[in-house]
């Protein structure tokens, strides 16, 4: 009996200290997600192409999700949710957003932000991307 009230003494204490580790992560985060890949498919896309924007990103707090901001031809932005695909590890993972279709003579042009899961949701934004599309 008493091995046991050891194990259980020694598993509370390293949850608590796990717990204080945690927590300490969480609230000292004051940056937004580290977006580290983003990738555009089709690569070559072609008029009448729906556009998909695949985003990988991670944060210490986790990433609570990713919006897709798009304008052609220089109208105003639409700003779209993107849909978690896959996780990766605890604290990222993959989203994926489209938009379009794109014609020829179209200006498309794009920007993603991701938000963390520090209680104050930290956002980090990547550069602005323009798509050129190829001709047939």
């Known amino acids: 009996m008493r091995n046991q009230t050891?194990?259980?003494?020694i598993g509370a204490i390293v949850m608590?200290?796990?717990t204080g580790i945690i927590m300490n992560a969480v609230l000292e985060d004051a940056d937004g997600p580290l977006i580290y890949e983003v990738d555009i498919l089709p690569?070559?896309?072609v008029a009448g192409d729906t556009i998909?924007?695949?985003i990988y990103c991670i944060d210490r707090s986790g990433v609570s999700g990713a919006q897709l901001s798009?304008?052609?031809?220089?109208?105003s932005w639409t700003v779209l949710d993107m849909q978690f695909f896959a996780c990766l590890c605890i604290a990222g993972g993959r989203w994926v957003g489209?938009?379009?279709?794109?014609?020829?003579?179209?200006?498309a042009q794009f920007f993603v932000t991701a938000f963390d899961n520090?209680?104050?949701?930290?956002?980090a934004i990547s550069q602005?991307?323009?798509?050129q599309l190829t001709t047939m």
């Open 16 to 18: 608590i200290s796990l």
């Open 6 to 9: 050891k194990l259980v003494c």
């Open 43 to 45: 690569v070559q896309p």
């Open 70 to 75: 798009s304008s052609l031809d220089g109208e």
């Open 52 to 54: 998909s924007v695949v």
């Open 118 to 123: 520090a209680p104050i949701r930290n956002a």
């Open 128 to 131: 602005t991307f323009s798509i």
């Open 98 to 107: 489209t938009f379009g279709p794109v014609n020829e003579s179209d200006n």
